[in-house]
């Protein structure tokens, strides 16, 4: 992870990456952006994360954990745990 405190495997083509990503913004929380389709080396750490599955966004924090494919709710709790938000 670099100085953000958020890092996002996703695509462009990923609609909950999308929805993910529209919620940081909306709630200016600064994020790492990882886009597998540029970086096809990335995908076998999408797959450490899923244990095998190619499932994206995964969402990597600052204290270790990670959420895959995270509802709104559930990512906007997380920030909150994280006093991020």
Not at 16 to 23: A, E, F, N, P, Q
Not at 31 to 41: M, V
């Amino acid at each position: 992870m670099s100085s953000s405190q958020i890092t996002m495997y996703g695509a462009d083509w990923c609609g909950d990456c999308r929805r993910s990503k529209r919620l940081l913004e909306e709630l200016g929380v600064d994020y790492d952006l990882i886009d597998i389709e540029k970086d096809s080396s990335q995908i076998e750490k999408v797959k450490e994360y899923n244990n095998g599955a190619q499932s994206i966004p995964v969402i990597v924090f600052s204290d270790g954990t990670h959420m895959t494919e995270p509802s709104d709710p559930d990512l906007r709790k997380k920030l909150e745990a994280l006093k991020l938000i």
